[in-house]
């Protein structure tokens, strides 16, 4: 859109009053904007990283900390499987019969709870209100963990003047993460898919042993 960003992220909204309250539809069903509006944006505001490396004696420990803050992400996953009516929080508020709100009927009349149903197949799947399945994208996480040993060959005699054993461990876990997802994984290669959850593989954590030899 001229004069935005690209990192823009469009999609409905709920349409609400003046006092930011969700409006019904005469079915008692939430009511959508009439065209995608400006949600939030995918674009971070900085990111961070530390990296730094502990030893004591034949020990060392290196770690590589990143972090990125601000920006939005979205997922259609959790909307389809809400309006499927397949997700936790679709099974909960069944189970306890109603879903909290903030909202007006369409005579004006404040609305406190709705049919669980109702509510989550009128913002759920793809063309439903999107605005409910925007979240925060940041997060923080521990990319790698390196335990490395330092062997003393000195009093062998062996051609190996040097050698090293190491677990490491990559993307290990989240230390903050708001979003249902790790944002930070995309769908495709599209230049329109960065943080968009839409049946992603899961996030992957991966663990070696390393063994380093000199000669």
């Given at each position: 859109?001229?004069?935005?960003?690209?990192?823009?992220?469009?999609?409905?909204?709920?349409?609400?009053?003046?006092?930011?309250?969700?409006?019904?539809?005469?079915?008692?069903?939430?009511?959508?904007?009439?065209?995608?509006?400006?949600?939030?944006?995918?674009?971070?505001?900085?990111?961070?990283?530390?990296?730094?490396?502990?030893?004591?004696?034949?020990?060392?420990?290196?770690?590589?900390?990143?972090?990125?803050?601000?920006?939005?992400?979205?997922?259609?996953?959790?909307?389809?499987?809400?309006?499927?009516?397949?997700?936790?929080?679709?099974?909960?508020?069944?189970?306890?019969?109603?879903?909290?709100?903030?909202?007006?009927?369409?005579?004006?009349?404040?609305?406190?709870?709705?049919?669980?149903?109702?509510?989550?197949?009128?913002?759920?799947?793809?063309?439903?209100?999107?605005?409910?399945?925007?979240?925060?994208?940041?997060?923080?996480?521990?990319?790698?963990?390196?335990l490395t040993y330092d062997l003393n060959l000195k009093s062998l005699n062996i051609p190996i003047k040097a050698a090293a054993v190491s677990l490491v461990g990559q993307n290990l876990?989240?230390?903050?993460?708001?979003?249902?997802?790790?944002?930070?994984?995309?769908?495709?290669?599209?230049?329109?898919?960065?943080?968009?959850?839409?049946?992603?593989?899961?996030?992957?954590?991966?663990?070696?042993?390393?063994?380093?030899?000199?000669?």
């Amino acid at each position: 859109v001229a004069g935005g960003s690209f990192g823009d992220l469009y999609g409905y909204k709920f349409l609400r009053n003046d006092a930011g309250q969700i409006i019904l539809d005469a079915k008692g069903a939430p009511r959508k904007t009439a065209e995608p509006e400006l949600i939030g944006s995918l674009d971070p505001d900085f990111t961070l990283g530390w990296n730094n490396n502990l030893t004591f004696k034949q020990f060392s420990l290196g770690f590589l900390i990143n972090g990125i803050f601000g920006g939005n992400c979205v997922s259609q996953t959790e909307s389809m499987l809400d309006g499927a009516g397949v997700s936790k929080r679709s099974g909960d508020d069944r189970d306890q019969g109603y879903t909290e709100i903030n909202a007006v009927s369409a005579e004006g009349a404040a609305v406190t709870q709705i049919d669980p149903e109702k509510w989550y197949r009128a913002i759920g799947d793809r063309n439903g209100i999107l605005e409910a399945y925007v979240y925060d994208r940041t997060n923080v996480r521990l990319t790698q963990l390196a335990l490395t040993y330092d062997l003393n060959l000195k009093s062998l005699n062996i051609p190996i003047k040097a050698a090293a054993v190491s677990l490491v461990g990559q993307n290990l876990l989240f230390l903050y993460r708001n979003a249902p997802y790790d944002p930070e994984l995309t769908m495709s290669t599209g230049l329109g898919a960065q943080s968009l959850d839409n049946f992603n593989v899961p996030a992957t954590r991966t663990l070696g042993f390393n063994i380093k030899l000199n000669f």
